[in-house]
């Protein structure tokens, strides 16, 4: 039987760490038969160079096959499923937070929306969160979507929960990432809360949601099963 498959995140960056350390291990091996060709500095920082991109491919892996699972259940525990939501994932690429949500849920529904960008998670297709889902056992209680967080159509106050992971920081530009947030406020109804992971910018995330007036924590970063370090905004909409 065919298992859940949730890809590979950033696989060009992972591709292309382990092509600089393998081309620096090259060179280390061209070096020691043409002990002139490199100059003892320049050797030692290619040796430097090529660990730390293989170390930091190797980590980048480590995440995808097992620190993201970990990190999927850290996020969904800062919040108590009753079984009746109405949950959104942001960015959900194959469903990882998305299923992990509708495992929950009784009578509610977790829905998932994604651009479907390549670059950000290997072979991300609508089709295949969908095929997660069915090989779940939660294909019933999800919907998914093709949908851009700054620009939807999701109606105002419609989710109890909304959660993002590794998603926001590829959206261009201060404002838009601004937007996300905002449109997150949007959705979310009355006493919901947004559980947002990410690498990068999450200070600003906090502002915007403080800016709402929401009620703000924010966790991390957690520096032994992820990679890059995440770090967690918690964001709850009291009016």
Not at 27 to 35: A, F, K, L, Q, T
Not at 94 to 105: P, R, S, T
Not at 114 to 143: F, P, R, T
Not at 195 to 210: K, P, Q
């Amino acid at each position: 039987m065919p298992k859940p498959d949730y890809g590979i995140d950033a696989p060009r960056v992972v591709l292309a760490l382990f092509f600089i350390s393998a081309w620096a291990a090259a060179m280390v091996i061209y070096s020691v038969y043409n002990p002139d060709i490199l100059p003892m500095p320049v050797l030692s920082g290619v040796i430097f160079s090529g660990g730390i991109c293989f170390i930091e491919g190797l980590l980048m892996l480590l995440y995808a096959k097992w620190g993201k699972f970990r990190h999927r259940d850290r996020m969904l525990k800062l919040y108590k499923i009753r079984g009746n939501e109405q949950v959104l994932d942001v960015g959900t690429g194959k469903g990882l937070l998305m299923i992990g949500a509708a495992k929950q849920l009784i009578n509610g529904r977790a829905t998932g929306i994604d651009i479907w960008s390549a670059k950000d998670l290997s072979d991300n297709k609508l089709a295949k969160a969908l095929k997660n889902a069915e090989l779940e056992g939660v294909k019933d209680k999800v919907n998914v979507e093709t949908a851009d967080i700054t620009h939807n159509q999701l109606p105002d106050n419609s989710f109890d929960l909304v959660v993002s992971n590794l998603c926001l920081h590829n959206i261009k530009g201060k404002e838009q990432r601004a937007k996300a947030c905002r449109e997150i406020h949007r959705l979310l109804a009355t006493g919901g809360t947004a559980i947002i992971s990410d690498f990068r910018n999450t200070r600003h995330y906090a502002e915007v949601f403080d800016s709402l007036h929401m009620e703000v924590t924010r966790k991390g970063p957690y520096l032994f099963d992820t990679f890059p370090p995440l770090t967690i905004v918690i964001a709850r909409k009291l009016v």
